[in-house]
């Protein structure tokens, strides 16, 4: 997202047990990329874990907020761990890197509470004329595959014609991004 300002990484972001592990095992790098508003102290990272069945683990873990945002995003609204990604590869926690698609309780969501007012980078404007599927077409195919959206895709035009009950033929199976 070219427009991108960061303003959902306010509240810090979610990740999976796992995605922590990952960044605390590049702690060193991560650190070297913090500018001088960031900290640097890997205890500061990260809140107290707690339940999360939309989470491979079950468990989910909030990055702590420093500066009035995620610990990881630096004066200019970039987030650290992205940066990180052109030496290390995947390092951007999954629901990031999704944004602004979650999944709630099990169902695929659009997260339109956080960020309003967004309309240049990922909101949606009521009665607009741009679709989900323009807006967020990279996001969603990061979650449910370039299968899982064609069939999405599919099952929102039935809808639209007024065809009774579309129903998946199958779920998209949501990859899991923190393994690897």
Known sequence: MSNCRGKCCLYGADLDL???DKVLKHADLIGRLMDDS???????????PFKDQDFPSG???TTR???GGCVFLNKEGRCTL????????DLKPFFCRAYPICIHTGTLTIDDENCPEEFGCCGVVK???KTIFDICEFELEYVLGAEGLK???KVVA???KGLAKPALASPPKILDKAEG
Request: aromatic share 6%; glycine share 6%; charged share 30%.
């Open 65 to 67: 907020l420093h500066n």
């Open 82 to 89: 992205q940066i990180a990604e052109s030496e290390v590869g």
């Open 158 to 160: 039935e809808a639209e």
């Open 59 to 61: 468990v989910a873990i």
């Open 151 to 153: 069939e999405l895709r």
């Open 38 to 48: 960031q900290d640097r102290d890997t205890a500061n990272w990260f809140d107290t």
């Open 18 to 20: 796992a995605e922590q």
């Open 127 to 129: 009665n607009g004329s």
